[in-house]
């Protein structure tokens, strides 16, 4: 019995983009859609009735960060991580290997595994596609992610060969390891940087192992979009239509409505709740700092369009004066409001595939949003 599954609803004519739905055994919902970053087990600031307030249905979860602290076996022990954290939504767990490359220094890839330091006690680790899976394991999180590398960007046609023939391999233990193929679903994740015949082996090899779903890696990486769009070009058409495509740290406005044209399903992004703990808010018109001292008698929402519970009830007067005085509520006000921009930003998708103008869409929000500036 697959814990993970994917229907197909319709394909938007104007684009490629496409209506799906992915059950899961804590719940279903429709795609695209944005995936909420809980590192540490929360998704910072926000409690889990504000993340069913704002329609969020799955949220992600860091294997490494909770491997280091509080350690997986505690999280076991409440009975999984939905317990831990009271989480009732589905949850999505990275397997590690973008956390090493992207916190350690120190750090030497073999066969077997990454030799690395723990980036806050500089003790030395080594995690294993085995390990990830064992620690995803004792998560208990819905969908986990096979342990791959993701290649510095940009790297020699040589690396990143050798490393997606790697990844591949990992691939194939993390299914060997995989204890409980009927309640958590796993992802390969599709490697190869911007070398389209990479792409397609990692796609091909990956296919062959017949996942439940796929995730694209190796991209929002510091490569320019337009390097991002021309791979996931020629990327998806290698997957299949009848699986979930998940875009990994992704992202911006643009990033997401330009994604799902090019057919991924699911996305996630640190962008939105980082960038509000230091007040910069996403609205129809483009970023907003509310810091910024034009807004200390500007008793406005932060978004006249959005009808989100901080622009319901605060003015922009108000949370930059929380902002000013590092008051945790404005973290939340702002937090709560980019989150429910992009959930909504994607609804909006959703519903533009429905009725066949995504592309139209995409025109008109780069447009009010400000992307089409030169
Ligand atoms: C913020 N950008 C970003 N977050 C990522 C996470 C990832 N996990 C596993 N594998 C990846 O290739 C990968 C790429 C990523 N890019
Ligand atoms: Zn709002």
């Known amino acids: 019995m697959q814990p993970i599954k994917y229907e197909l609803i319709k394909t938007c004519k104007q684009t490629g ?3 799906g739905r992915v059950t899961t055994p804590h719940g279903s919902f429709e795609t695209p859609i944005f995936m909420p970053v809980g590192t540490l087990a929360t998704v910072k600031t926000m409690s889990p009735e504000d993340l069913h307030d704002m329609n969020a249905k799955i949220i992600l979860s860091n294997t490494y960060h909770l491997w280091l602290r509080p ?6 022990e409440a009975g999984g991580l939905h317990k831990f954290m009271n989480w009732d939504g589905a949850i999505l767990t990275d397997s590690g290997g973008f956390q090493v490359f992207s916190l350690s220094d120190m750090r030497e890839i073999e066969e077997e595994g990454v030799h690395f330091r723990n980036h806050l006690s500089g003790e030395k680790l080594f995690l294993t596609p085995e390990k990830a899976m064992h620690i995803q394991n004792a ?3 819905d969908i986990m992610m096979a342990f791959d590398e993701c290649p510095p960007y940009p790297a020699s046609y040589e690396y990143m060969k050798n490393s997606v ?8 233990r993390c299914l060997q390891a995989h204890e409980r193929k009927d309640v958590q679903g796993l992802f390969g994740i599709v490697q190869g940087g911007e070398y389209e015949d ?8 990956l296919t062959s192992l017949d996942f439940p779903g796929y995730a694209v890696g190796g991209l929002s990486v510091g490569e320019p979009k337009e390097v991002m769009n021309r791979v996931l070009d020629f990327t998806t058409p290698h997957l299949p239509t009848n699986k979930p495509r998940y875009l990994m740290g992704v992202g911006s406005p643009d ?9 991924i399903d699911m996305f996630d992004c640190v962008l939105p709740t980082r960038i509000a703990r230091n007040g910069t808010c996403m609205t129809s018109e483009g970023r907003l700092v ?9 008793f406005r929402p932060i978004d006249e369009h959005c009808d989100c519970y901080a622009c319901k009830n605060y003015s922009r007067a108000y949370i930059r004066h929380l902002m000013k005085c590092n008051e945790t509520f404005g973290f939340r006000l702002t937090t709560y409001h980019n989150l429910y921009f992009l959930l909504k930003l994607m609804e ?10 995504l592309g139209d869409f995409r025109e008109a929000f780069f447009e009010q949003y400000g992307f089409n500036k030169p």
């Not at 990033?255 to 057919?263: E, K, P, Q, T």
């Not at 509310?290 to 500007?298: F, L, P, S, T, V």
């Not at 533009?352 to 103008?357: L, T």
Request: glycine content about 6%; charged content about 40%.
């Open 255 to 263: 990033s997401l409505i330009d994604g799902a044209i090019r057919g």
């Open 165 to 172: 023939e790697r990844t591949s391999r990992w691939a194939e």
């Open 71 to 76: 350690g997986e076996e505690i999280i076991r």
């Open 139 to 141: 998560l208990s999180s």
């Open 17 to 19: 983009a496409r209506l």
């Open 290 to 298: 509310i810091r910024n001292a034009k807004y200390a008698r500007d």
């Open 348 to 357: 909006q998708v959703r519903e533009a595939i429905k009725e066949d103008r």
């Open 198 to 205: 990479l792409r397609k082996q990692s796609a091909a090899d």
